[in-house]
């Protein structure tokens, strides 16, 4: 039986109730006397008010056990109780972002899987990714498109499709990717999408088939993106778009994951193929190569190995790319170096033309992201011959 503090309970209503504004922190302690007196009532703002209390915070330890608080409560709301479903997501999907903030993996997927259970799987599957458990995030995605619950066809498709890839599925990969290209290749007839996320596409797929040996497939896919790339060099996009730099910083850092340490139970890695929800940990970790890669660069340089020079730039862009790829702001100035550089030191390897085919087509979907199209066509146009040629 509950022992209710009658006073506790008067003083809490008195501080909702009075003129001066509560703090996040009063209005926590308020909700959670009155929630023992009146659930229905004040579960659902205790939850809220947890939850908007983490985010002002913003510390880390804190977090978790905000969350965890929040999560608790939302789990005893009633079956029936309006807003449970969405309120337990909420918490749950904040307190598994904590959990793996602080590098407890184990408990953060952990909530990711009663995530899961709560209908929203996504968080699971980037766990898994992160892990190299790349076929069962695979199976998470279709799970997912089966029930119709993607609502960003590119988001998902891409990460869903990289997922496959990344288990060596490279088929059904493609069987996805190709639906995305289908709903694209449409859209952008009926200037629904821009012609810009069309040309990255095609190019993703181009390198996607390349690498499942199919060199007729990529060679088809680069003479259809050559086509658009002429198309946007002599008219432009029909439309004016915004928000589509992420669509481009996606598929360029998930064109880099090769070229990265595989993802292990200990030693995560990015889920590839995603821009969003990256655990903190596995982020804070990507970047924090950058100072050893530099390090890198500098001593390749000095030695005069232009190969590994260039492989190491091109992992420092990508960088880059995760960083900041999706800012509008000063992004052709920002970006211009990185990919002058890669091809700049690529055109220095005379036999090594696949070298300067990727370093071209990396610069020339960069400049469709930054809109300037003629350059873009003449470096992809490059790479095409060159790629014909090997």
């Not at 330890?61 to 309120?87: D, F, H, I, K, Y």
């Not at 699971?124 to 892990?131: D, G, M, Q, T, V």
């Not at 790349?134 to 029930?147: I, Q, S, T, V, Y």
Request: glycine share 6%; proline share 5%.
């Amino acid at each position: 039986m509950v022992t209710i503090d009658h006073d506790a309970v008067l003083r809490a209503r008195v501080l909702l109730l009075g003129s001066r504004r509560p703090s996040r922190a009063e209005l926590v302690g308020a909700y959670r006397v009155l929630a023992e007196v009146s659930p229905k009532a004040y579960v659902p703002k205790l939850v809220d008010a947890l939850l908007a209390l983490h985010y002002e915070l913003r510390d880390p330890r804190l977090a978790v056990a905000l969350t965890a608080e929040a999560s608790r409560a939302a789990r005893g709301m009633e079956a029936g109780a309006p807003n449970r479903p969405q309120l337990l997501r909420r918490a749950l999907d904040n307190h598994q972002a904590s959990l793996f903030a602080l590098g407890r993996r184990a408990e953060g997927r952990a909530v990711c899987e009663e995530l899961a259970e709560a209908g929203r799987s996504e968080p699971l599957a980037r766990a898994l990714a992160e892990e190299g458990r790349f076929e069962e995030a695979a199976e998470l995605d279709e799970e997912a498109a089966r029930k119709g619950i993607p609502e960003h066809s590119f988001w998902n498709r891409v990460r869903w499709a990289a997922n496959l890839e990344g288990a060596g599925l490279h088929d059904a990969a493609a069987t996805v990717f190709r639906e995305l290209l289908e709903e694209t290749r449409r859209e952008a007839a009926e200037q629904r999408t821009a012609l810009a996320i069309l040309t990255w596409e095609l190019v993703h797929f181009s390198r996607m088939r390349e690498t499942a040996g199919d060199g007729a497939g990529a060679a088809a896919a680069r003479r259809e993106a050559l086509s658009v790339l002429e198309e946007l060099a002599t008219t432009g996009e029909p439309k004016t778009w915004s928000c589509i730099l992420a669509c481009w910083s996606t598929l360029f850092v998930l064109s880099g994951r090769a070229a990265e340490p595989a993802a292990g139970p200990e030693s995560p890695m990015p889920p590839f193929g995603t821009q969003h929800g990256w655990s903190h940990d596995v982020r804070d970790g990507f970047l924090g190569m950058l100072p050893g890669l530099e390090a890198e660069a500098a001593r390749l340089r000095g030695a005069g190995r232009l190969p590994g020079l260039a492989d190491v730039q091109r992992r420092i862009a990508i960088r880059a790319a995760v960083r900041e790829g999706d800012r509008p702001y000063l992004f052709e100035e920002r970006f211009t170096p990185y990919f002058d550089e890669a091809v700049a030191l690529a055109r220095r390897l005379p036999d090594d033309p696949g070298r300067l085919a990727r370093a071209l087509t990396d610069r020339s979907m960069f400049l469709v992201a930054a809109r300037s199209f003629e350059p873009a066509h003449a470096d992809f146009a490059e790479a095409a011959a060159l790629l014909r040629d090997r």
